[in-house]
């Protein structure tokens, strides 16, 4: 069965430090991954997908993930956070299933920045 | 501009008091989705639909209805709203169910 793990619920870092937000999944079939971010009071928007290409995709914003086979991981990083990525992030998995593609959504990650 | 845009954005109600919440999307996209969002709970999907009048349910279906009888619409239908369908509601579409969904600025439901 496919699902999503985000392994933190809630991470603090300070301005100009990495990012390290964590996901797991599981999926029978070849997945597509992505992630999305949801900023207060706002709809969300696409950081950044993987479909089967580069194992390393880079997003908008500085961000990047790796896709990790071996360890079924997809785990986001930024090299210096910005007071701006202060936000909730998502992780999704997309998979077909019967004619049709199931879509999952991890339980999401708050990221705190602080000055 | 492309965009998704729902109505209304907030909404209060009482029990058993029928409402719609419409959806558009003015990209020509085929896959039309409906989630609902808990504190701590992410976002679960409650129907989709992958093209005109080929609706599905997702994880969460009980208590609500959904149509598409044209692809640009995709309204999600409380028949008798109760409290536990107090929740942040999103509506998204995307050319496939695999590719990038496009949200809405998201409708918060509360049911008195």
């Known amino acids: 069965a496919q699902s999503v793990t985000q392994l933190d619920s809630h991470v603090s870092v300070s301005e100009g430090t990495p990012v390290l937000l964590r996901c797991n999944y599981s999926s029978s079939y070849s997945p597509s991954l992505f992630w999305y971010v949801q900023h207060p009071n706002k709809g969300l928007q696409l950081l950044l997908k993987?479909?089967?290409?580069?194992?390393l995709v880079k997003g908008i914003n500085g961000f990047e993930a790796e896709f990790k086979k071996s360890e079924t991981s997809f785990h986001l990083t930024k090299p210096s956070a910005h007071m701006s990525d202060a936000a909730e992030y998502f992780c999704v998995v997309s998979e077909p299933r019967g004619g049709y593609q199931k879509v999952t959504f991890g339980t999401g990650t708050k990221l705190q920045v602080i000055p | 501009e492309a965009q998704v845009t729902q109505n209304p954005r907030y909404l209060i109600t009482v029990t058993g008091k029928k409402l719609t919440v419409t959806c558009s999307q003015n990209m020509n996209h085929e896959y039309m989705s409906w989630y609902r969002q808990d504190p701590g709970l992410g976002l679960r999907q409650i129907y989709y639909s992958m093209n005109v009048e080929v609706t599905d349910k997702g994880d969460v279906p009980e208590g609500y209805k959904v149509s598409r009888k044209e692809k640009r619409n995709f309204p999600l239908i409380l028949e008798s709203p109760s409290p536990n369908q107090t929740s942040l509601y999103f509506c998204?579409?995307?050319?496939?169910?695999?590719?990038?969904?496009?949200f809405g600025p998201g409708t918060r439901l509360l049911v008195l």
């Open positions: 993987y479909t089967s290409a580069a194992t």
């Open positions: 998204a579409s995307s050319f496939i169910a695999a590719e990038t969904q496009y």
